[in-house]
């Protein structure tokens, strides 16, 4: 019987490690943090045999068929490492998809807008005759789809981050696409060459059918994306291409897929999103008119530039997951009003300096957590507070009809909380308290 490691038991572990017992591998899941018992002793039943609370050197001297990490662990970590010296370290999405060869894969990677991407073409895809799923870096496991509905003729889409993607060998999507590029993640990540480099892994295995969406907005993608062995469809919002805009109406191959009078979300950034959910949602299958109707409904996701309520005037905005400067760029640039902006967080080592130009559009900034006096290094009437909810108490005082109270980090969550989601929802607590 062949022995796998699995590293990591949060939920797409414990799905690879359920889905490989199920197909008969023998499996090890190892946590540095000890299990609960009652889930331990549920997998242990099940025949996993569990290692928990550390990860033993011992573990490292074994062979296995396969090593699976689950992407929240650093590949820098030294225990990965020294795994690393005689194995390769695999991603959950690659094996699962080993299992279900008869899905059509839609993988969506890039810095920003991939959840929304995601988001926005998995529920056009359940629009369509076949079934279809939402998975991998968002949603479900993908491995917990194949585990429960077994490898049938199946439609997914799937965002895959850069974690994930060093832990691919053959992942070939049917289409696939690299939203944007810029720095990020350089906490982990040795340089930018790095991190890029595992971005452009989405499309190395991709063959003469298959379909790769080329950002010809994006001067960084289209440097790297050249020769590729898949077919290319070129999207921009203004250049003449594959798709494009014209007259207000995004067109792909010159005939119309919706207007834009159709988005319910805001910004540039929402437009370029839906065109490339549409245009990937066409390659594998749906008709345009669907495209249409699905995009007319679709509100967005949790947690970016989402609204929250208005108050005496004031108009509330959760984009908890802009965890980088390029996001809060973009959020900045999604409004007319004045802005009080609210930051900080977690270091992830790629700076501010992106936000200095954009001081202008922002009447008053608020920053808190780990990275308060680098942002306040930046914006020198920024006024620094200890945690988010002073920072919302001080936006309500400081507001006046007509603002927008945006929070935006510009940094990861966890110097304070657990994620992002959490993060968003706490602020969207704070903001439905205030009175």
Known sequence: ????????????????????????????????????????????AMGIEVVDGSHPQGLIEQEYHWVIKNPGISHRLP?????????????????ALRFAKKYQVGAITGTNGKTTVTTLLGEILKQGQKPA?????????????????????????????AFQLIGTQTFAPKCSVITNLSPDHLD?????????????RIFKNMGSDDVFLLNLDDEEIVRRCRNLSCKVLTFSFDKACDCTVRD?????????????????????????????????????????????????????????????????????????????????????????????????????????????????????????????HQLRAIFDEAIVVENLSEAVTLAAQLSS???????????????????????GKIFKNLVNNLR
């Open 1 to 44: 019987m062949n022995r796998v490691l699995v590293i990591g038991a949060a939920r797409s572990g414990l799905a690879i490690a359920r889905l490989l017992h199920k197909e008969g591998y023998q499996v090890i899941l190892n946590d540095v943090k000890p299990l609960d018992s009652e889930l331990k002793q549920s997998l242990i």
């Open 79 to 95: 225990f990965i490492e020294a795994l690393s010296q005689k194995n390769f370290i695999y991603n959950e999405i690659e094996i």
């Open 133 to 161: 799923f939402t998975g991998g870096n968002i949603g479900l496991p993908i491995s917990e789809i194949v585990e429960k509905n077994g490898d049938i003729e199946a439609l997914v889409a799937c965002e895959i981050a």
């Open 188 to 200: 982990v990540f040795a340089d930018l060459e790095e991190y890029y480099q595992a971005k452009t």
């Open 248 to 372: 207000q109406v995004v067109y792909l191959y010159d005939e119309p897929l919706f207007e834009l009078s159709d988005l319910q979300i805001l910004g540039r950034h929402n437009v370029i999103n839906a065109m490339v959910a549409g245009a990937m949602a066409f390659v594998m299958g749906i008709d345009r008119a669907t495209i249409q109707t699905v995009i007319r409904g679709f509100k967005g996701v949790e947690h970016r530039i989402e609204f929250v309520r208005e108050l005496h005037g004031v108009k509330y905005y959760n984009d908890s997951k802009g965890t980088n400067t390029d996001a809060t760029i973009i959020a900045l640039k999604s409004f007319d009003q004045p802005v009080i902006l609210l930051a900080g967080g977690y270091d992830k080592h790629t700076g501010f300096e992106d936000l200095r130009p954009y001081g202008s559009q922002i009447k008053q900034m608020i920053v808190y957590g780990a990275t308060k």
């Open 401 to 423: 009809f007509g603002d927008v109270v945006l929070f935006s980090p510009a940094c990861a969550s966890y110097d304070q909380f657990d994620n992002y989601e959490q993060r």
